[in-house]
């Protein structure tokens, strides 16, 4: 029997966990259900929490780029995982990014020794009755999927994501490539000057006949189940979320797309040349041994062995050892402009929240952001509280603010951006025409505007 003042959380991942862990912070007895070990969902591979499936990046700690002023708000308002992240992460340049491995194990070590939460290794099927957050994430099972749909009164969105290969570092051939950081920017855990990112650069005739072999290449088709859901629609042929295009899709979108996207080569000179290559691949390290590295924006659906055969064309990886090849999933998100409100509640039923990407947020940081305030909102409603909205002047009142409130007809998951703030102009302060400096006066209104919130709550 369910205890009324207990809080359930559906899902281990990122925005379950850090929900969990916030609503028994602050007093409230929580059960956390993780379908896995004992049911897959086709993309984790491990039983921890909070399992990264994707990049092992929780993206930039500038404070002028939009993913580090989330990350700020984070570190205020007491995150979990941002902490964890922190402690286990490897060198990424300017960005955060982590030891999966460590990361998912630390993170599967805080849930299970709380002493407010009860961990519990079994799938739901049925929204419950009592006090609950769904966070289940894009891989939702599919009976959770029909009672969601069910809830919702209409169909699912969906589109379809996609994972980056990871290879082994000691196959790759430094005659060919270099490490070095965009300009420069190496992170506090780099043992060397050379820089965070393993280089791979490509002249004009080497890019283009990569390019070509990319778009030539075979892809896997895609299962049925991620075609369509049962109760469903069938999903277009290019349906894909932007944000996580497949290299091979971006290639066909012209030319030289890849050069001006994740093979872009600003801010790299290549040692050898003294020039700035034409295109670069980059790699990102993975664990914290350094033994393993993920090749950054190159999500793939492409076959195995066409993954092999092509991006073995790269220069220095034409003996890489694959550890994990990329792959292509169905990602399951809800309607939230109609369905929620921008303290996650439901609009028509105020003790149930959602969170993470099932809500239509994107990134890692955007979903344990989401756990964070639907947690603590979640306790809320438990202690008898009323349900707290942030200011929209902060990167996670905006984001929760935008898919509470964007146009049904174009809605997309959306990561944390500095185009969803309100401009300075809407706060009463002067424009910025510099961009840099404009966004470095949104991170100071962030920061002022979330500490004024705090204090007005009593929790500065």
Request: hydrophobic share 40%.
């Amino acid at each position: 029997m369910i205890d009324s003042s207990e809080l359930i959380v559906i899902g281990g991942g990122l925005a379950g966990s850090e929900a969990a862990w916030q609503a028994a912070e602050r007093g409230v007895r929580v059960r956390l259900y993780e379908m896995r070990p004992h049911t897959s969902t086709g993309a984790h591979t491990g039983p921890h929490l909070a399992e990264l499936v994707c990049s092992n990046s929780l993206g930039s700690l500038q404070s002028d780029r939009a993913p580090g002023v989330l990350k700020t708000e984070l570190e205020r308002l007491g995150s979990l995982l941002l902490r964890v992240a922190n402690e286990t992460a490897v060198p990424a340049g300017g960005a955060l990014a982590v030891d999966r491995e460590a990361f998912a194990a630390r993170v599967t070590q805080a849930i299970e020794s709380h002493p407010r939460i009860t961990l519990l290794r079994q799938e739901v099927d049925a929204i419950p009755t009592a006090p609950v957050v769904i966070a289940s994430g894009p891989l939702t099972s599919p009976a959770l999927s029909r009672a969601i749909a069910g809830f919702a009164g209409q169909e699912h969105l969906y589109f379809f994501d996609a994972i980056a290969p990871i290879i082994a570092i000691d196959s790759v051939d430094f005659s060919a490539a270099f490490r070095a950081s965009r300009y420069g920017r190496n992170s506090a855990q780099a043992e060397d000057e050379a820089g965070d990112y393993v280089n791979c650069p490509m002249t004009k005739e080497e890019y283009e006949a990569f390019v070509e072999a990319l778009i030539a290449a075979e892809r896997i088709a895609l299962k049925d189940f991620e075609l369509e859901l049962e109760g469903g629609v069938r999903a277009g042929a290019n349906h894909f979320f932007e944000g996580c295009l497949p290299v091979e899709i971006m290639a066909r979108r012209g030319k030289e797309a890849l050069a001006f996207g994740p093979m872009r080569p600003v801010g790299l000179r290549d040692p050898r040349t003294g020039h700035r290559p034409h295109a670069v691949v980059q790699l990102r390290q993975d664990n914290l041994a350094g033994t393993l590295y993920n090749l950054v924006g190159f999500q793939t659906n492409l076959t195995f062995p066409e993954q092999r055969r092509v991006f073995r064309l790269i220069p220095g990886l034409q003996n890489a050892e694959f550890v994990r090849y990329g792959q292509m999933h169905r990602n399951t998100f809800i309607f939230s402009p109609v369905l929620l409100r921008p303290t996650l509640q439901a609009r028509s039923r105020e003790d149930l929240f959602f969170a993470g990407q099932i809500i239509g947020v994107e990134g890692y940081m955007g979903n344990v952001a989401t756990g964070l305030l639907a947690g603590w909102n979640a306790a809320r409603f438990v202690q008898g509280q009323p349900p707290l909205e942030l200011p929209p002047t902060t990167m996670l009142g905006a984001l929760c603010h935008y898919i509470t409130h964007a146009s049904p007809g174009d809605f997309q998951p959306m990561k944390a951006n500095f185009g969803i703030l309100p401009t300075l102009e809407e706060s009463g302060e002067p424009p910025v025409r510099q961009k840099r400096q404009r966004y470095q006066a949104y991170a100071a209104r962030s920061a002022r505007d979330l500490e004024a919130f705090l204090s007005r709550l009593g929790a500065g």
